[in-house]
Antibody, heavy 118, light 111 residues
Framework: EVQLVESGGGLVKPGGSLRLSCAVSGFRFSSFSMHWVRQAPGKGLEWVSYINSRSDDIYYGDSVKGRFTVSRDNAQNSLSLQMNSLRDEDTAIYYCARERASNWFDPWGQGTLVIVSS | QSALTQPASVSGSPGQSITISCTGT?????????VSWYQQLPGKAPKVMIY???NRPSGVPARFSGSKSGNTASLTISGLQAEDEADYYCSSYTTTSTLAVFGGGTKVTVL
């Protein structure tokens, strides 16, 4: 069974840092590109970041560019999102998702909640 | 403001058909057949319902269908059922500085 499990969320003060992880199983992780997508409380989905299978093609949403860094460890079947200089508006559930061909996401993890508040 | 525009809500009675629109630009929907649709039940992660404009993944009921015309994509639910009550999001590949964009979401209510 394909599974994605996020962890690392929590409460952090504005300006602080947090590192999210996404542990995957049930498929050949090294063959797939991955995405991070977030959802603020009561709001819609916002695409955050993309990393290809070899980590040599990376993209970020405009709202996180320069503050967030995506990485992966294919040997450990793990995806990460390093979040620095966090702001109140970064408060959201963060989902990792596997990319299937042509930019669609399946499956998604259950999400991890990040709260940025003083 | 989301990059793709969806109606905030759509409703219908059981058995009826409803259509959710998703309007983008020539940088996304208008130039690529990389539109996907996601269903999100309350408290759950999104689930893909349609990919590449009109393809249904295995396990998604045939009453869900997708189409595209110009810069607008559409998701149609035929024979609406109570279990279809959820939020629905469209997504598209984009050639802007980002890589993917979502619509603001549409809440489907079954009357």
């Amino acid at each position: 069974e394909v599974q994605l499990v996020e962890s690392g969320g929590g409460l952090v003060k504005p300006g602080g840092s947090l590192r999210l992880s996404c542990a995957v199983s049930g498929f050949r992780f090294s063959s797939f590109s991955m995405h991070w997508v977030r959802q603020a409380p009561g709001k819609g989905l916002e695409w955050v970041s993309y990393i290809n299978s070899r980590s040599d093609d990376i993209y970020y949403g405009d709202s996180v560019k320069g503050r967030f860094t995506v990485s992966r460890d294919n040997a450990q079947n793990s995806l990460s999102l390093q979040m620095n200089s966090l702001r109140d508006e970064d408060t959201a559930i963060y989902y990792c998702a596997r990319e299937r061909a042509s930019n669609w996401f399946d499956p998604w993890g259950q999400g991890t909640l990040v709260i940025v508040s003083s | 403001q989301s990059a793709l525009t969806q109606p905030a809500s759509v409703s219908g009675s059981p058995g009826q058909s409803i259509t959710i629109s998703c309007t983008g630009t020539s940088s996304d929907i208008g130039s690529y057949n990389y539109v996907s649709w996601y269903q999100q039940l309350p408290g759950k992660a999104p689930k893909v319902m349609i990919y590449e404009v009109s393809n249904r993944p295995s396990g998604v009921p045939a009453r869900f269908s997708g189409s595209k015309s110009g810069n607008t994509a559409s998701l149609t639910i035929s024979g609406l059922q109570a279990e279809d009550e959820a939020d629905y999001y469209c997504s598209s590949y984009t050639t802007t500085s980002t890589l993917a964009v979502f619509g603001g979401g549409t809440k489907v209510t079954v009357l």
